[in-house]
């Protein structure tokens, strides 16, 4: 079945740091690839998305790019802000009729002032 | 209005009792799902249904059976809880079809003592 693995947390950093998660993934076919982020207390929402290789999702000043040839989706942001704290979630969405998507663990960021 | 609901966003009991989680949809989407996220944030599907009718279950223990009644509503409910049931579950819906994204609801809270 599709697995996600996305880089170990916690990851904690300044103000206007650069920021990389890293996400691999096994999925059957051709995926959907999404990134999920959850704010304290809440549910998760959709941050981006991209639906074929070489595209890329972007939103709030976060991107990444689907890699079909290396299976990755990192999440990047040039400058985090301390309101970017929260739990990161890549998914490959796949299944057909079946579709679902499968999350892995979440990387926590903390981005302190 | 609130396009995912759950009830209740808090649950506490006891060991071996009885218990039901509702969630309810107004976006109009033909499919519907609950995630399980243990205390260290991985969320894992449990069950999906595509208007009414059950297209995932993700061999979870048969202690839970999801109902749903119609296609704005998924209800699970959890026969003689355990410890190990303790976690945050997550309603989520998404529109038919591959490529979309999920819509969830806020959690809820389930406390087994």
């Known amino acids: 079945g599709d697995s996600v693995t996305q880089m170990e947390g916690p990851v904690t950093l300044s103000e206007e740091a650069f920021l990389t998660i890293n996400c691999t993934y096994t999925?059957?076919?051709?995926?959907?690839l999404f990134w999920y982020v959850q704010y304290p207390g809440e549910g998760l929402q959709l941050l981006l998305k991209?639906?074929?290789?070489?595209d890329k999702g972007s939103n709030k000043g976060f991107e990444a790019t689907y890699r079909k040839e290396t299976t990755s989706f990192h999440l990047e942001k040039g400058s985090v802000q301390v309101s970017d704290s929260a739990v990161y979630f890549c998914?490959?969405?796949?299944?057909?009729?079946?579709?679902?998507?499968?999350f892995g663990k979440g990387t926590l960021l903390t981005v302190n002032p | 209005d609130t396009a995912v609901s759950q009830t209740p966003k808090y649950l506490v009991t006891q060991m071996g009792n009885d218990k039901s989680i509702k969630c309810e949809q107004n976006?109009?989407?033909?499919?519907m799902y609950w995630y399980k996220q243990d205390s260290k944030k991985f969320l894992k599907i449990m069950f999906s249904?595509?208007?009414?009718?059950?297209?995932i279950n993700e061999t979870v223990p048969n202690r839970f059976s999801p109902k749903s009644p119609d296609k704005a509503h998924l209800n699970l409910h959890i026969n003689s809880l355990e410890l190990g049931d303790s976690a945050v579950y997550f309603c989520?819906?998404?529109?038919?079809?591959?490529?979309?994204?999920?819509?969830f609801g806020s959690g809820t809270q389930l406390s087994v003592l």
């Open positions: 998914a490959p969405g796949s299944g057909g009729s079946n579709y679902k998507l499968t």
């Open positions: 976006l109009g989407h033909d499919t």
């Open positions: 989520a819906s998404s529109p038919l079809g591959v490529g979309e994204k999920l819509f």
């Open positions: 249904y595509n208007n009414k009718e059950l297209i």
């Open positions: 991209a639906t074929k290789a070489d």
């Open positions: 999925a059957t076919g051709y995926p959907s």
